[in-house]
C-alpha cells in the first residue's frame, strides 16, 4: 500500500497503513495507530521512533517533489468560525 500525504494551511500528515504521522501547525510530529485508536487520543511518536522518523522523511520527500510551500497565512485556531471577509463584510 502506498502512503497518502496532505497537507492544509501548514497542517501536515501521512498515512501508511495503521500509522498516521500528524504535525499542526508550528506544532510537533504526532504518531498514531489509527487502526487501534481511531480518534487519536494516544500518541505512540516516544516508543515508535524508527516509524515516524520513516514517515516523516516520507512526507518531507514527498513535499519537494510536490512543490509544497511553507504555510504563509494566519493560523487558524477555531474551525468552526468563519474568517472575517476582507472585503469589509462583517460577520453575522
Given at each position: 500500500m502506498k502512503p497518502i500525504f496532505w497537507e492544509h494551511e501548514g497542517n501536515r500528515a501521512v498515512r501508511s497503513g495503521p500509522w498516521k504521522a500528524v504535525m499542526k501547525l508550528k506544532g510537533e510530529w504526532e504518531l498514531y495507530n489509527i487502526e487501534e485508536d481511531r480518534t487519536e487520543q494516544h500518541n505512540l511518536i516516544g516508543i515508535n521512533k524508527a516509524v515516524a522518523v520513516l514517515l516523516i522523511q516520507q512526507w518531507n520527500d514527498w513535499a519537494a517533489t510536490s512543490f509544497?510551500?511553507?504555510?504563509?497565512?494566519?493560523?487558524?485556531?477555531?474551525?468552526?468560525?468563519?474568517?472575517?471577509?476582507?472585503?469589509?463584510?462583517?460577520?453575522?
Open positions: 509544497v510551500d511553507p504555510w504563509t497565512g494566519p493560523a487558524r485556531n477555531n474551525w468552526a468560525e468563519e474568517p472575517i471577509r476582507l472585503s469589509g463584510g462583517k460577520k453575522k
